[in-house]
């Protein structure tokens, strides 16, 4: 039930960020204390979520497994733009 509860955090908040590479792992403790959840117990959790491959850790960072930024059409659109005009403009040196 905690790792379900675990793993439910972490979609969220995939979910709610989809353009951050993971959830803080002391935001995900944080919220893991509302269901009382001793840090001992919470830190044994995370471990054996990642070490079956059902979570990831990037420095501070938990995500789902196998989780990556995308962008929808009309970002990747922006960002083709944006990548065009650095490409096109002339750098601006200065002495």
Do not use: C
């Not at 509860?5 to 509302?34: A, F, Q, T, W």
């Not at 733009?81 to 601006?92: C, E, I, N, V």
């Amino acid at each position: 039930m905690l790792a379900a509860r675990l793993i439910n955090d972490v979609e969220s908040y995939h979910r709610s960020y989809p353009l951050r590479s993971g959830m803080p792992r002391e935001e995900l403790k944080s919220r893991s204390k509302s269901y009382t959840v001793s840090p001992r117990v919470f830190n044994a959790a995370i471990d054996r979520l990642i070490a079956s491959g059902d979570l990831q850790e990037n420095g501070p960072l938990i995500l789902r497994a196998g989780y990556a930024i995308r962008f929808d059409p009309n970002q990747q659109r922006q960002i083709e733009q944006l990548m065009r005009r650095f490409a096109t403009s002339p750098s601006r040196r200065q002495p």
